[in-house]
């Protein structure tokens, strides 16, 4: 079974732009996370999505968010670029969410925002 | 905030046994622990589960004691790729994974 995929692995933008993530999970995986890794803060959530459906949310600014397509393939957007954004961005998949489910992550994508 | 505690840091030599600890002292009856880790700048990889009965897998064992207040990740042969940051995680039903600092092994030859 191939494993999650996210694209692109690597971009660089300025501040002020906007630029979208994506994600596609493991087949048959209907729920999807997005979180931020900063050397900071650390592993942050951001949402969480089900059934094309905002599930649950993160505590970041409304310049983040997410979509979900039928297809369970997700993307995240984030608007008017600030350079604390340069995160590493990673994207995780499961079944369904639920408390025994794992979360399987792709490779990430970090943004660089000069 | 993360539920648990981890040292920051653990040395172990290659081809021993590396024991990594937490505490998760406020832990719900419904709770499950989860352990991942993260070589460097990949994706964090799923190592193991359990609610209240000690796990294996081809892994690593997961111990974890009978008040439920702490557990122990055993990678029985620790390698140099075992060099990683482990997260120990509490997570209840709808609950997001929170992740803490973690622990970064080093395994040293």
């Known amino acids: 079974k191939a494993g999650v995929t996210q694209t692109p692995r690597y971009l660089i933008k300025t501040r002020g732009q906007q630029v979208t993530l994506s994600c596609s999970p493991i087949?048959?995986?209907?729920?999807v996370s997005w979180y931020q890794q900063t050397p900071g803060q650390g592993l942050q959530f951001l949402f969480e999505?089900?059934?094309?459906?905002?599930?649950n949310k993160g505590n970041f600014p409304g310049r983040f968010s997410g979509r979900q397509f039928s297809n369970s393939r997700s993307e995240m957007n984030v608007s008017t670029l600030e350079l604390g954004d340069s995160a590493l961005y990673l994207c995780?998949?499961?079944?369904?969410?639920?408390?025994?489910?794992?979360?399987?992550f792709g490779p990430g994508t970090r943004l660089t925002v000069l | 905030d993360a539920k648990t505690t981890q040292p920051p840091s653990m040395d172990c030599a290659e081809g021993r046994a590396a024991n990594l600890p937490c505490n998760h002292s406020t832990i719900s009856g419904n709770e499950y622990v989860y352990w991942y880790r993260q070589i460097h700048s990949q994706g964090p990889q799923y190592i193991i589960h359990g609610l209240k009965n000690n796990e294996t897998n081809e892994m690593a064992s997961l111990i974890i004691t009978e008040d439920r207040k702490s557990s122990t990740l055993i990678l029985p042969h620790a390698t140099l790729r075992d060099t990683a940051v482990y997260y120990c995680i509490v997570r209840g039903r709808g609950q997001n994974f929170v992740f803490g600092p973690g622990t970064r092994l080093s395994v040293l030859p």
């Open positions: 999505y089900f059934s094309e459906t905002q599930r």
């Open positions: 995780a998949s499961s079944f369904s969410g639920g408390s025994t489910d794992t979360q399987y």
């Open positions: 087949s048959g995986h209907r729920s």
